[in-house]
């Protein structure tokens, strides 16, 4: 059962042109200048390739490792993933079949990507000799713990129907391995891995169009803890057609900000797969941190996640039919995936706003009703609440709303009776100031006591009292 959806995924444009031809891709390495793409072909070997722009691939002459008579790879190797234990070490964890037809996952090392020995332990080994395991992916976290994800059949019929996702964790470099443990239930397909700048994990794996049994499209899960994903949405690449079909993706990350997916395309004529890519090139803005606010805040400062913040300068605005837009300041691009800003929301509008992004490069993006404002309740100060009206005491009265809309103030006595409206009307949002001096409504002087202030307005209500002494 694949997760239900959660939050949008970055979008991927399609790039004109073939990477590589007959070729399954797996795993790509940064090298110097460039990168490095293994792949399979005929499920015999693996295969390298290099490029210092992403798109253009060169192969490498021979292959990295091949199938042996009466090793466990000796029938077929369908897929692999390399990480660096180092700058000039690395290991390989790849799926092999043996010649009796059983599933293997197998390691080999590395001093420099190229020419590559074999280990002799079985990293994994299929319960079943009919039980698929495959589609490895590595990814390693900043503590140096490595996660392997794989697909296995689940009821040992090696029927693509039931293949769900298995994962497992090594603290040495891939040299031994948790036992595997499923997390997600089938029908689960050829997937890549990336990890993000904020540690999450993104799978992008295949599916087959509604009511098809083919894969045709790529959609995306993302985790926080790698083991518990939620899906996400739109899919992400299709090749809108039931005779070809999408096949090993693998994911990238170009630079600081973008990721580049290769994945293979093949249709039922071609005995081999050619490999395409997709690149993420807009900005994909997920929320605001805080998503709310009060229009009594002048300097509300927010968070703006999400993904593909490209370096450069941003202008980050709340807008509203019939208002004047708000423009954050100190906007700041912490990484590929948070921005910092503050909005001054004094006195604005309550209600939703658009929120807008827009980076340097003229992309935008905007979250209809991204921003909630809502208004703060008004605030009274009362200065010289006791005072001697024979002396020319009187009381201060300070108040602030938030809202539009009717003002009330009046004084009655501790019984409840009138004695003076000090303010009756409908104002903006802003300040008021008004005084009361002992006197009623007709002029004449009040008697010494206590009294009581009522205030009515937006969001405010409140009794207050006043002392008044001769």
Known sequence: MLPALGSSAPVYNLESGVRLSSATPHSILEIAGGWRLYFTRDNLKVLTATSTDGLAWSEETGFRISTETARLDASSITSCAVLPISSTYYRMIYSAVSSTKTYHLLSATSTDGLTWGKESATRYEAGSSSTFVGAVRLSSTTAGIWRLYFLQDENGDNDASDYGLFTATSTDYGVTWSSPTQIIAARFGAFAAGRLTNDKIRLMYTIPLTDGTTDTELAGVISSDELSFTGESPPQVSTGALDAFLASPVLHKVNSFQWRLYYGVQNYVSTHPFVYS?????????????????????????????????????????????????????????????????????????????????????????????????????????????????????????????????????????????VKTIFDEYRAPGAITQYWNGDTDSGQRVASGLYILETLAPNTERLDKIIVVK
Do not use: C, H
């Open 278 to 418: 997709a690149v993420t090139s807009s900005i994909n803005v997920q929320g605001i941190d805080p998503a709310t606010g009060f229009n009594d805040e002048p300097a509300r400062t927010f968070n703006l996640y999400g993904e593909i913040f490209s370096t450069g300068t941003y202008a980050i605005t709340l807008t509203k039919s019939g208002e004047s837009p708000i423009a954050a300041t100190s906007v700041n691009r912490q990484s590929d995936m948070s921005a910092t800003g503050t909005f001054d929301l004094l006195f604005k509008t309550e209600g939703k706003w658009d929120l807008v992004v827009t980076n340097s490069a003229g992309q935008s993006q905007t979250m209809i009703s991204g921003f909630t404002l809502t208004a703060a309740d008004g605030r009274l100060t009362i200065t010289d609440n006791l005072f001697k009206p024979l002396q020319s005491g009187r009381s201060k009265l300070d108040l602030i709303t938030y809202k539009a809309g009717n003002i009330r103030i009046k004084i009655y006595t501790i019984n409840g009776e009138p």
